[in-house]
């Protein structure tokens, strides 16, 4: 995937930015629909994004920004690492424009008494944690991040794939978010048709990626 | 990344108060209050804001004359360069940090304009450059306690050396924008051309 980006990027001037935009705008009208769906109200929600320090938080800041467009719930960015430390230049400019706003609370912190609470108390949650670079065992806080999740009991939407989840072949290396449901971009990922018991109802979203920037990238190099 | 930055035009003299507030304690420091004062409140209690620190980038009196009363009214204490004159809480000197909950800003004395003209950086992000570098121009040396020779050292060996990525918020909107960056300010500012010493104090009118 990181590679069909870059081609995307590099050979098509489809801007990262313009990827991320995209993917969190996706989540947001597939949130909202859902809790249509399930006839379920904004009014009172408290919705969490459990953001780690790549892209994949960076597509769950962007959807909290849409998804506040709604003034009846209450929005929390939780972050687990100090904002200074976000890995990509998208991530921190998302972070950067929510800090400008008044309609979404911003919390970081790597301790887990810190962010247990919030965790716990949310309605919905937006698991922006780890993506589809992940391999071995999971550090803290994002290990018991994943644990709270599953324990919160509240609808848990995933960012392009659980966090935990092997994207090529579904196996949990250590632990992982067991979603409501998955939103994935570009592309269903094998991993996620190999665990549906960890991805939930499954969503594809376009982000803007042209079908040609798949061109001479191998199928099982995502 | 951690802070939210506020940019208050006030006055006749078009000056520039900032508020630079810490997004998780909510703590705030207030550099160079002055004019119109209720505005400076009323984004203290509009963002719920506690002020800690009171900031003068010199001690020019179109700078610090609302020090008194923001001290007053909100309890911060008043932190200037150690070579101002003026009544201050806290002394500072070059490399000296000032944190305001997760904030480090870190002085950088940059004598010139006046003997205790500071900027306030804030790493890989932002510098508070007063009233050394404006958008576009750089601040008088012929005013009291102005000294042309510091003003070169202080612009070519300090300012110029600073990230190019960094944000200018200027101590005075006297520009084509409220603020700039240290990339763009090195590449269209005229004052910051200069070849040599020389070269600089002649466009300064002292050669």
Same mark, same amino acid.
């Not at chain 1, 990181?2 to 993917?23: C, D, H, L, Q, S």
């Not at chain 1, 200074?84 to 609370?105: G, Q």
């Not at chain 1, 599953?150 to 979603?179: E, M």
């Given at each position: 995937?990181?590679? /069909?980006?870059?081609?995307?990027?590099?050979?098509?001037?489809?801007?990262?930015?313009?990827?991320?935009?995209?993917?969190?705008?996706?989540?947001?009208? *597939?949130?909202?629909?859902?809790?249509?769906?399930?006839?379920?109200? *904004?009014?009172?929600?408290? /919705?969490?994004?459990?953001?780690?320090?790549?892209?994949?938080?960076?597509?769950?800041?962007?959807?909290?920004?849409?998804?506040?467009?709604?003034?009846?719930?209450?929005?929390?960015?939780?972050?687990?690492?100090?904002?200074?430390?976000?890995?990509? !230049?998208?991530?921190?400019?998302?972070?950067?424009?929510?800090?400008?706003?008044?309609?979404? !609370?911003? *919390?970081?912190?790597?301790?887990?008494?810190?962010? =247990?609470?919030?965790?716990?108390?949310?309605?919905?949650?937006?698991?922006?944690?780890?993506?589809?670079?992940?391999?071995?065992?999971?550090?803290?806080?994002?290990?018991?991040?994943?644990?709270?999740?599953? =324990?919160?009991?509240?609808?848990? *939407?995933?960012?392009?794939?659980?966090?935990?989840?092997?994207?090529?072949?579904?196996?949990?290396?250590?632990?992982?978010?067991?979603?409501?449901?998955?939103?994935?971009?570009?592309?269903?990922? =094998?991993?996620?048709?190999?665990? !549906? =018991?960890?991805?939930?109802? /499954?969503?594809?979203?376009?982000?803007?990626?042209?079908?040609?920037? !798949?061109?001479?990238?191998?199928?099982?190099?995502? | 990344?951690?802070?939210?930055?506020?940019?208050?035009? #006030?006055?006749?003299?078009?000056?520039?108060?900032?508020?630079?507030?810490? +997004?998780?304690?909510?703590?705030?420091?207030?550099?160079?209050? $002055?004019?119109?004062?209720?505005?400076?409140?009323? %984004?203290?209690?509009?963002?719920?804001?506690?002020?800690?620190?009171?900031?003068? &980038?010199?001690?020019?009196?179109?700078? #610090?004359?609302?020090?008194?009363?923001?001290?007053?009214? &909100?309890?911060?204490?008043?932190?200037?360069?150690?070579? $101002?004159?003026?009544?201050?809480? +806290?002394?500072?000197?070059?490399?000296?940090? +000032?944190? +305001?909950?997760?904030?480090?800003?870190?002085?950088?004395?940059?004598?010139?304009?006046?003997?205790?003209?500071?900027?306030?950086?804030?790493?890989?992000?932002?510098?508070? &450059?007063?009233?050394?570098?404006? #958008?576009?121009?750089?601040?008088?040396?012929?005013?009291?306690?102005?000294?042309?020779?510091?003003?070169?050292?202080?612009?070519?060996?300090?300012?110029?050396?600073?990230?190019?990525? %960094?944000?200018?918020?200027?101590?005075?909107?006297?520009?084509?924008?409220?603020?700039?960056?240290?990339?763009?300010?090195?590449?269209?500012?005229?004052? %910051?051309?200069?070849?040599?010493?020389?070269?600089?104090?002649?466009?300064?009118?002292?050669?």
């Amino acid at each position: 995937m990181y590679k /069909i980006e870059e081609n995307a990027e590099t050979n098509f001037g489809v801007r990262r930015i313009y990827m991320m935009e995209n993917a969190g705008h996706g989540l947001a009208d *597939f949130i909202e629909s859902k809790m249509g769906e399930m006839n379920t109200k *904004f009014i009172d929600k408290r /919705i969490v994004a459990v953001c780690g320090g790549g892209n994949n938080g960076g597509d769950a800041m962007v959807c909290m920004r849409h998804l506040s467009y709604n003034p009846e719930a209450k929005y929390t960015v939780l972050l687990l690492i100090d904002p200074r430390d976000l890995r990509t !230049e998208e991530a921190r400019t998302n972070w950067t424009i929510l800090t400008r706003l008044n309609s979404v !609370e911003l *919390f970081w912190s790597n301790q887990i008494d810190q962010i =247990k609470g919030r965790i716990l108390d949310s309605d919905i949650l937006i698991d922006g944690i780890l993506g589809t670079g992940v391999s071995g065992t999971i550090r803290e806080p994002h290990s018991s991040a994943i644990d709270l999740i599953n =324990k919160s009991g509240a609808y848990i *939407f995933s960012v392009d794939i659980p966090s935990g989840l092997d994207p090529n072949t579904g196996q949990v290396h250590d632990k992982c978010v067991r979603a409501t449901a998955t939103v994935t971009f570009h592309r269903i990922k =094998k991993g996620l048709l190999n665990n !549906e =018991k960890y991805s939930g109802q /499954i969503h594809l979203e376009h982000i803007g990626i042209p079908r040609e920037a !798949e061109r001479g990238i191998l199928v099982n190099e995502v | 990344m951690t802070e939210v930055m506020y940019q208050l035009k #006030v006055g006749n003299m078009a000056n520039f108060t900032y508020v630079i507030s810490d +997004i998780q304690t909510h703590l705030a420091a207030i550099v160079d209050p $002055s004019w119109d004062l209720q505005e400076i409140f009323q %984004l203290l209690t509009e963002k719920k804001l506690k002020a800690k620190h009171i900031i003068n &980038t010199h001690s020019h009196f179109d700078h #610090v004359f609302g020090n008194d009363e923001v001290a007053k009214m &909100t309890g911060a204490t008043v932190i200037q360069h150690s070579n $101002s004159r003026l009544r201050k809480d +806290i002394s500072v000197a070059e490399n000296d940090v +000032i944190s +305001i909950g997760s904030i480090n800003l870190r002085v950088l004395h940059t004598p010139g304009h006046s003997e205790d003209s500071i900027c306030l950086i804030i790493d890989k992000e932002a510098v508070f &450059t007063g009233d050394t570098l404006f #958008v576009g121009a750089v601040g008088r040396i012929d005013l009291p306690g102005g000294n042309p020779k510091d003003m070169y050292l202080s612009l070519y060996r300090k300012v110029s050396a600073l990230e190019d990525q %960094l944000t200018v918020y200027p101590g005075h909107d006297y520009g084509s924008s409220p603020v700039s960056t240290i990339g763009k300010e090195k590449l269209s500012n005229l004052a %910051l051309q200069a070849k040599s010493e020389n070269e600089f104090l002649a466009f300064m009118g002292v050669g």
